[in-house]
């Protein structure tokens, strides 16, 4: 952008500089950095965890942290070193640790939430009453303001990905959080009433809305997920992202969060998609197998456990390289982008579609 002003005398600059400071206006300086920038240009960075770091951390976590009294969260979160807080720009992805016998208590706020469960099973998370198993490679929402407490009866710790939009909700200056004088709800006589009704995603109860924008439904198991990315293999792939699907909203057919998109992705042995780059934020999860994404001509070579989250407008392809499928959970902030109108996204035409590598 260029410079506003006409004042070519360096020191007169300044002090209309502070002038205006004191009435809190500006003018933009030639010496400070650039708003209007051509393309996106972000601090959040690439950043790729791995899990064989994470594990031992994990275990250092559940062995030295106790639950605060009351039963409040053990989580480690996946910090950006490019932000004061928070994975990226909108969301904050943590690993919460839970011990048996023990109970994460009731408490709710404004930020939308959902688990991914990374590691073991046999919790149990209470969302607005219903009551829900977490399973490996389940996924269970904790839409805006609902109520959730978590329970844990099982014999060695396990872990879950938490991934809240508090980043955003932070920025809009609407955190709200309440706390429960009871550690734990009553739960519903029909603890999974939003699964018996809408789980099978196909049917539903008759007469209900046509489509909600709150998404009625709070489960999403392992096996469904898998099945139908089992079906979705026999589709032609997707150039950019082989095979994928997006965990939807059944009454409307949106993603099942307003704000975060979540999403399974199978990169099948040997394949390597085609570089793109778009707006908005994204971080991978490692369910299983090993692979490579070239993130803006670097390679980041990945196995199961490990998260990867890409700088906003960072050009993007995967390959596989092993002689095993690999399967990703993705979650990215495409509906909040898409609902304010701010999503683009641009396929790389030069070089058959790869980045070149940067050495
Ligand atoms: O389980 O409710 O990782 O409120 C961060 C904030 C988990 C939770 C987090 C939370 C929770
Ligand atoms: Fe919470």
Request: aromatic residues 8%; hydrophobic residues 35%.
């Amino acid at each position: 952008m260029s410079v506003v002003h006409a004042t070519k005398d360096e020191g007169a600059r300044r002090a209309l500089k502070e002038k205006l400071l004191k009435f809190n206006c500006r003018v933009h300086q030639p010496d400070e950095p650039p708003l209007f920038t051509r393309e996106p240009n972000s601090v959040v960075q690439t950043v790729h965890w791995r899990w064989r770091d994470l594990e031992p951390l994990l275990d250092e976590l559940g062995r030295q942290l106790s639950l605060e009294p009351g039963g409040n969260r053990r989580t480690l979160r996946l910090s950006n070193p490019g932000l004061p807080f928070g994975t990226t720009n909108t969301f904050w992805g943590s690993i919460q640790v839970i011990l048996p016998g023990e109970v994460a208590s009731n408490h709710r706020h404004t930020a939308s939430a959902f688990r991914f469960i990374m590691k073991g099973g046999g919790a149990t998370t209470t969302v607005n009453g219903e009551r829900y198993p977490m399973n490996e490679g389940d996924l269970v929402l904790t839409p805006s303001m609902m109520w959730h407490d978590h329970e844990y009866k099982g014999d060695t710790p396990m872990i879950w990905l938490d991934v809240l939009d508090i980043s955003m909700t932070r920025s809009m200056s609407a955190v709200f959080f309440e706390g429960s004088k009871d550690l734990q709800q009553t739960v519903d006589a029909v603890p999974d009433r939003s699964y018996r009704q809408y789980g099978s995603g196909l049917m539903g109860p008759p007469g209900a809305p046509v489509s909600h924008p709150h998404n009625p439904l709070l489960a999403y198991p392992k096996d469904m997920a898998l099945r139908a990315l089992e079906l979705a293999s026999g589709l032609k792939p997707d150039p950019f992202d082989d095979v994928i699907l997006e965990y939807r909203n059944p009454t409307n057919g949106g993603p099942a969060m307003r704000t975060m998109g979540m999403r399974l992705q199978k990169l099948r042995a040997g394949v390597h998609t085609q570089a793109r780059r778009h707006t908005g934020s994204k971080l991978y999860y490692v369910v299983s197998g090993e692979g490579r994404t070239i993130v803006n001509g670097r390679p980041y070579d990945w196995s199961a456990g490990d998260f990867l989250t890409l700088e906003p407008w960072a050009w993007h392809e995967h390959h596989n390289r092993s002689a095993k499928d690999a399967v990703l959970f993705q979650v990215n902030d495409f509906p909040a982008m898409q609902a304010l109108g701010y999503y683009f996204e641009e396929p790389l035409t030069t070089n058959g579609g790869h980045q070149q590598l940067v050495s």
